[in-house]
C-alpha cells in the first residue's frame, strides 16, 4: 500500500511541474488554444526560460490577436507554425501571399536561448535569420529537433491536448505551405477564466 501511495504522489508531482517549468497547475502561465481541426491544445509557458517571450505571447493572447490566426507552415515530422498576427489572421486580413513574414507591431525580441532541448511537444518562437528577431509567430515541435537547440527560444510545452496538435492539416514542398490551412479559433490564458 506505501508503494501505491508513493507512486501516486510521485505522479501527481510530475503531473504539476516538469524541470522545473509552469504548468497547468500555474493558471497564469497556462495557454489554451481552441483549434478549427478541433480539440484544444493546453501549453504551460515557460517564463523560467524565456521571460520577454512569455510575456509577448500572454500580452498578444489578452489582446486577443492570435484568434482566428492560421497555421501557415505545417511540415510532418517537423512541427507546426503560427502566430502571423499581421498576415494570418483569416477575420483581419488573411494574405495568402504574405502571411508568415508578419508580426505584431510591438517590435522584436531578444534572444532567450537555453539549453532546453527541442523534443515533440516543446513549442519554440519563430524567428528570422537574426537571432534578436522573434516577435509575435511560434511553432509546436511534432518530434525531436536537435538541429534547433541553443539556436531558437523556446517558451513553452505542450501538456495536453498533443493527438489534436498532430491532426492539425500539413502543408506542402520543403516550406510546409498549407493552402487550406487550420487556425487557433480562440486562444486564452487559465488564470484570465477564473
Same mark, same amino acid.
Given at each position: 500500500m506505501k508503494l501505491v501511495s508513493l507512486l501516486a504522489s510521485a505522479f501527481i508531482a510530475a503531473s504539476i511541474t516538469f524541470a522545473g517549468s509552469a504548468s497547468a497547475a500555474d493558471p497564469e502561465n497556462t495557454m489554451i488554444i481552441e483549434l478549427s481541426g478541433g480539440g484544444e491544445v493546453v501549453i504551460a509557458l515557460r517564463p523560467d526560460l524565456a521571460p520577454k517571450h512569455v510575456e509577448r505571447i500572454k500580452r498578444l493572447v489578452r489582446e486577443g490577436a492570435y484568434d482566428n490566426v492560421v497555421f501557415h507552415r505545417v511540415i %510532418?515530422?517537423? $512541427?507546426?507554425?503560427?502566430? %502571423?498576427?499581421?498576415? *494570418? =489572421?483569416? /477575420?483581419? *486580413? @488573411? %494574405? !495568402?501571399?504574405?502571411? *508568415?513574414?508578419g508580426g505584431s507591431d510591438l517590435g522584436t525580441l531578444p534572444a532567450e536561448f537555453s539549453k532546453e532541448p527541442f523534443e515533440r511537444g516543446v513549442v519554440g518562437m519563430a524567428r528570422a535569420m537574426d537571432p534578436n528577431s522573434a516577435n509575435s509567430q511560434?511553432?509546436? $515541435?511534432?518530434?525531436?529537433? !536537435?538541429?534547433? =537547440?541553443?539556436? @531558437? /527560444?523556446?517558451?513553452g510545452q505542450v501538456e495536453q491536448g498533443m493527438e489534436n496538435v498532430d491532426k492539425i492539416k500539413r502543408g506542402s514542398g520543403p516550406n510546409g505551405t498549407v493552402s487550406d490551412p487550420d487556425r487557433m479559433v480562440r486562444v486564452r490564458i487559465a488564470a484570465d477564466e477564473q
Open positions: %510532418d515530422g517537423f $512541427m507546426a507554425q503560427t502566430g %502571423d498576427v499581421q498576415f *494570418g =489572421n483569416t /477575420t483581419k *486580413g @488573411y %494574405d !495568402p501571399a504574405r502571411v *508568415g513574414t511560434f511553432f509546436i $515541435m511534432f518530434a525531436s529537433a !536537435p538541429h534547433l =537547440n541553443g539556436q @531558437y /527560444t523556446v517558451v
